[in-house]
């Protein structure tokens, strides 16, 4: 049994879920909205180590306080450059407003595999269709899975933004998430928590 624990952070003005994942001292962020406050100031309080910020899409609403948090820990930032192309074509949270100058921050280029967080492995999976270069991050120790905005309790991510198609995320739910182990706890990027086998039997996509 893992000591590693998950705290949520709904933060900025689409309420988006981000994610401490803690073992110590030592820390990960997974996504970070704008007007990230609370989860500064917990990483701050509490001395802790942040090592990474993994993001699971580039859109504004999971990406807009990554820069202050990197400025002010260090951390290394990690996700699919494959989303770049959202500098270019990137959106306000109405959906109609260029944002120009959004990834103001570099970005390693994360790969599909195993990685390990905590010397816990963590699978990168690829779940294009949200954008083209959405990830998710599933851990088997602790039975979950983040996936930004790919599925919510009873419901899916949008795709009427660039880069998003809604067959490749039907195919990205069904072929990543639901071959998980249905006890699998699905951590989504708005929302509440849900589960793999409670998607499988009540999304109406699915049934």
């Known amino acids: 049994m893992t000591n590693i624990t998950v705290e949520t952070f709904v933060l900025g003005p689409l309420e988006t879920n ?3 994942l803690t073992y110590g001292k030592e820390a990960i962020v997974i996504d970070c909205a704008p007007e990230p406050q609370p989860l500064l100031e917990a ?3 509490r001395n802790l180590n942040l ?3 993994y993001l699971t899409h580039m859109h504004l609403d999971h990406i807009g306080g990554v820069s202050e948090l990197q400025k002010m820990t260090g951390a290394q930032i990690y996700g699919n450059i494959e989303d770049h192309y959202l500098n270019e074509v990137s959106f306000s949270y109405g959906g109609s407003k260029e944002f120009p100058h959004l990834l103001d921050f570099e970005v390693t280029d994360l790969k599909p595999g195993k990685q390990f967080i905590f010397d816990q492995p963590m699978m ?3 779940t294009p269709g949200h954008t083209v270069g959405s990830l998710s991050f599933f851990f088997p120790a602790l039975s979950c899975v983040f996936v930004g905005d790919l599925i919510f309790m009873i419901a899916v991510g949008r795709t009427d933004f660039p880069g998003g198609d809604s067959e490749t995320l ?9 071959i998980l182990p249905d006890e ?3 951590y989504p990027g708005h929302g509440p928590m849900t589960s793999v086998i409670h998607e499988k039997k009540n999304n109406p996509l699915f049934t």
Do not use: D
Not at 170 to 178: G, K
């Open 18 to 20: 981000c994610y401490l």
């Open 43 to 45: 990483i701050k309080g």
């Open 51 to 53: 090592k990474s910020i």
């Open 124 to 126: 990168v999976l690829a």
């Open 170 to 178: 039907l195919n990205s739910i069904r072929t990543r998430i639901f």
């Open 184 to 186: 699998t706890q699905i």
